[in-house]
T-cell receptor, first 109, second 111 residues
Framework: RKEVEQDPGPFNVPEGATVAFNCTYS??????FFWYRQDCRKEPKLLMS???SGNEDGRFTAQLNRASQYISLLIRDSKLSDSATYLC??????????FGQGTELSVKP | DAGITQSPRHKVTETGTPVTLRCHQT?????MYWYRQDPGHGLRLIHY???????DKGEVSDGYSVSRSKTEDFLLTLESATSSQTSVYFC??????????FGQGTRLTVV
């Protein structure tokens, strides 16, 4: 079993749709959690950190459920520019940074 | 943007030649990482460093070596490049439990 698992997609959605990505992690000792965005094999860039209390940044909402070892990302009102690959990342401390394989999103007009 | 640069950005080399990729940071972050990214595999960790002269292997370390003689520099060496090492290589830096920052990547082609 992979330490961090994501549905690879692709998710094909129309503009304006709401889309949700899920990610599970296997190690309960994981300390911090993030969502990254990656465009066309460019470098991944931090989208947002994920906290147990949930956090929101405009159209993006991230949630962490430590009991279920589950992380989610919700994108509301999808834009064409949201098309990218979204990576779930778990930092276990001590230099151990684990990436999910990424979920591809394609937003269509 | 975090101060992290990779060099070279693009390289074409012949099978059997040695290749060194450089990652340089100006953030004084403790941890530095080398990943490779190939279609269908996502980001795979090659090696990482947790301090000067302190390194450890990742999941795909065979055929690669690394060195970190200064906090700011992390070198990845392919001792004898093979076609299977054609890939995009990303360096990343992080501090403790915080987020990682990535360099722009090096596109390596082994012919």
């Amino acid at each position: 079993r992979k330490e961090v698992e994501q549905d690879p997609g692709p998710f094909n959605v129309p503009e304006g749709a709401t889309v949700a990505f899920n990610c599970t992690y296997s190690n309960s000792a994981s300390q911090s959690f993030f969502w990254y965005r990656q465009d066309c094999r460019k470098e991944p860039k931090l989208l947002m950190s994920v906290y147990s209390s949930g956090n929101e940044d405009g159209r993006f909402t991230a949630q962490l459920n430590r009991a279920s070892q589950y992380i989610s990302l919700l994108i509301r009102d999808s834009k064409l520019s949201d098309s990218a690959t979204y990576l779930c990342v778990v930092n276990m401390g001590g230099g151990k940074l684990i990436f999910g394989q990424g979920t591809e999103l394609s937003v269509k007009p | 943007d975090a101060g992290i640069t990779q060099s070279p950005r693009h390289k074409v080399t012949e099978t059997g030649t040695p290749v060194t990729l450089r990652c340089h940071q100006t953030e004084n972050h403790r941890y530095m990482y080398w990943y490779r990214q190939d279609p269908g595999h996502g980001l795979r960790l090659i090696h990482y460093s947790y301090g000067v002269k302190d390194t450890d292997k990742g999941e795909v370390s065979d055929g690669y070596s690394v060195s970190r003689s200064k906090t700011e520099d992390f070198l990845l060496t392919l001792e004898s490049a093979t076609s299977s090492q054609t890939s995009v290589y990303f360096c990343a830096i992080s501090e403790s439990y915080y987020e990682a920052f990535f360099g722009q990547g090096t596109r390596l082609t082994v012919v």
